[in-house]
Nanobody, 122 residues
Framework: VQLQASGGGLVQAGGSLRLSCAAS????????MGWFRQAPGREREFVAA????????SYADSVKGRFTISRDNAKNTLYLQMNSLKLEDTAIYYC????????????????WGQGTLVTVSS
């Protein structure tokens, strides 16, 4: 599967953005999916994941209650709705396809999008 993330941009603290990840291929609807992010000088970290049907999701503690992951299998698209954005949410956001193991580890994902930059300003 090929993944294309979009929707990043510059937003003030407290604002909102919605990221999208368009997937090609027929395997999207069968796969759990995730979002990771990487801030300058830091490791790529888990943000959120959702199961193949959209019926279950997991979140990093740092975004719980502010971010919502969702998917539309008919459109082969994954979303990340980000509300109440903070300066520390500034990062490149990546979508990825989960293949097995724990949602929280990068090694559990086998296909990655190119990333979309989110910048939160004060």
């Amino acid at each position: 599967v090929q993944l294309q993330a979009s929707g990043g941009g510059l937003v003030q603290a407290g604002g909102s953005l919605r990221l999208s990840c368009a997937a090609s291929g027929r395997t999207f609807s069968n796969a759990d999916m995730g979002w990771f992010r990487q801030a300058p000088g830091r490791e790529r970290e888990f943000v959120a994941a959702i199961n193949f049907s959209g019926g279950g999701a997991s979140y990093a503690d740092s975004v719980k209650g502010r971010f919502t992951i969702s998917r539309d299998n008919a459109k082969n698209t994954l979303y990340l709705q980000m509300n109440s954005l903070k300066l520390e949410d500034t990062a490149i956001y990546y979508c990825a396809r989960f293949w097995g193991g724990s949602y929280y580890y990068k090694s559990s994902y086998d296909s990655w999008g190119q990333g979309t930059l989110v910048t939160v300003s004060s």
